[in-house]
């Protein structure tokens, strides 16, 4: 293993939380940001800002801890995970495709956003708000992507390239304008308008999102760095896992308005699964009606009518082949299917090398081995892993009859307008 730069052990040893981690710990944090920076895998922090990040909560962490605050949850990180890294007892993550995405997008974003408005950017400013931390809150970090000037006043605006476009401003989001708002009016530099502006990629342009400043969400941002940080961080102490009890209730239990709510969701949801069920049957027995008449007239060449063409393909007929086909021959013409996996296990037990015949298609990702792999090795509780998915079904008892058979009728009904000649 190569030894990391000696200047970088000894920035490691100079941070405030230093008396938690030993030295090999730092020797082996330092070892692998270095892998990492070789490799281009930091997610578009520089080692530079990984080193300042060590040393407090940067603006897109805060609203990790705020959240977690408030009960709340975050998929991708928790405030127990927050503080290991600080601690080095866990290493930066690498970038993924929402954080490649985002970096490689950034610059169209903010030419796009800076030819519509035509604001004007301060990058001397943003240059001074990303070196500064409060006197008062020094874990408070931020590294912002513009401040702009427009129509006279001083906008604070974050680029986003989400993968679906934004209905609302997530919380995260405020909580990071918020921060860096906050970092920004310390150094003497109130901020008039904060907003994230957000690639909408259906239709290809920028969306800003207003951010209006929220005193009490700014409060809660100081009050969470400073718990974390100085209980936490400062203290060499993880905190829990976040508790994640679901809460048991019946529909009964909810208000009258959300009751009413998810009964008007479900009875849609009904309607169109029901006429959803019917449009497909209708359809796969108007393509069989259209390839049988086809086949009856012998029909040798492609014939187009209207937009639809009818274009016919020599295929052989199982039935044809399986009557002709000697049992002792069969073998030989059988295609089984196999456990890919188990195939490659037996192949390296061989010598052989699977990889060979990897095709270049994203491999996905075994969601449950992954998980069982984090309880057992990381220790991650399995409810931060999970999440409640519902999935509606369409009753099939007797005694609901009453409620669905209305509604299949009346989605027979609007199917059948679209073909009115076919018959119950």
């Known amino acids: 293993m190569r030894e990391p730069p000696p200047?970088?052990?000894?920035?490691?040893?100079?941070?405030?939380?230093?008396?938690?981690?030993?030295?090999?710990?730092?020797?082996?944090?330092?070892?692998?940001?270095?892998?990492?920076?070789?490799?281009?895998?930091?997610g578009g922090l520089t080692l530079a800002q990984h080193l300042r990040r060590l040393g407090?909560?940067?603006?897109?962490?805060?609203?990790?801890?705020?959240?977690?605050?408030?009960?709340?949850?975050?998929?991708?990180a928790t405030a127990r995970e927050l503080v290991a890294r600080k601690l080095l007892l866990e290493f930066p993550m690498s970038g993924n495709e929402h954080l490649r995405r985002g970096i490689a997008m950034e610059t169209l974003i903010r030419e796009a956003f800076l030819r519509q408005t035509g604001a004007t950017r301060l990058a001397a400013l943003t240059r001074r708000v990303a070196a500064h931390s409060p006197a008062r809150h020094p874990w408070m970090q931020c590294t912002p992507d513009d401040f702009v000037?427009?129509?006279?006043?001083?906008?604070?605006?974050?680029?986003?390239?989400?993968?679906?476009?934004?209905?609302?401003l997530p919380l995260p989001y405020a909580c990071q304008l918020h921060q860096i708002g906050l970092i920004a009016e310390d150094l003497g530099y109130p901020v008039d308008h904060r907003a994230l502006v957000a690639w909408n990629h259906p239709r290809g342009r920028p969306e800003v999102l207003a951010?209006?400043?929220?005193?009490?969400?700014?409060?809660?941002?100081?009050?969470?760095?400073?718990?974390?940080?100085?209980a936490h961080v400062l203290a060499g102490e993880l905190p829990p896992w976040p508790a994640r009890g679901g809460r048991a209730l019946n529909l009964a239990d909810l208000a009258p308005e959300a009751?009413?709510?998810?009964?008007?969701?479900?009875?849609?949801?009904?309607?169109?699964?029901?006429?959803?069920?019917?449009?497909?049957?209708l359809t796969e027995a108007a393509r069989a009606a259209l390839v049988a008449r086809c086949r009856s007239h012998g029909l040798a060449e492609a014939v187009d009518s209207g937009p639809v063409r009818i274009k016919p393909r020599a295929a052989w007929d199982p039935d044809a082949v399986e009557a002709r086909l000697p049992p002792a021959e069969r073998a030989r013409f059988e295609r089984p299917r196999y456990d890919v996996a188990r195939l490659a296990e037996q192949v390296r037990a061989l010598g052989g090398d699977p990889e060979t015949a990897r095709t270049a298609d994203a491999a996905p990702l075994d969601l449950d081995a992954a998980a069982r792999w984090l309880i057992a090795k990381k220790g991650v509780p399995e409810t931060v892993l999970q999440t409640t998915d519902y999935r509606p079904s369409l009753s099939r008892?007797?005694?609901?009859?009453?409620?669905?058979?209305?509604?299949?009728?009346?989605a027979q009904d609007r199917a059948r307008r679209f073909d009115p000649s076919i018959r119950p």
């Open 149 to 168: 000037a427009l129509d006279g006043r001083l906008v604070l605006v974050d680029y986003k390239a989400p993968a679906e476009p934004l209905a609302a």
């Open 7 to 42: 200047d970088l052990v000894t920035h490691l040893r100079r941070l405030p939380q230093a008396s938690h981690f030993t030295d090999r710990q730092a020797e082996a944090w330092a070892t692998a940001v270095e892998r990492q920076q070789a490799a281009d895998a930091l």
């Open 259 to 281: 009751k009413a709510e998810l009964e008007a969701l479900a009875e849609r949801w009904l309607r169109l699964e029901v006429l959803a069920q019917e449009s497909e049957r």
């Open 211 to 230: 951010c209006e400043f929220d005193p009490a969400l700014a409060a809660e941002i100081v009050a969470a760095g400073e718990h974390y940080w100085n």
């Open 397 to 410: 008892r007797k005694a609901d009859l009453p409620f669905v058979t209305p509604v299949r009728e009346a």
């Open 56 to 76: 407090g909560f940067g603006a897109s962490e805060i609203g990790v801890l705020v959240e977690e605050r408030r009960g709340g949850y975050s998929p991708f």
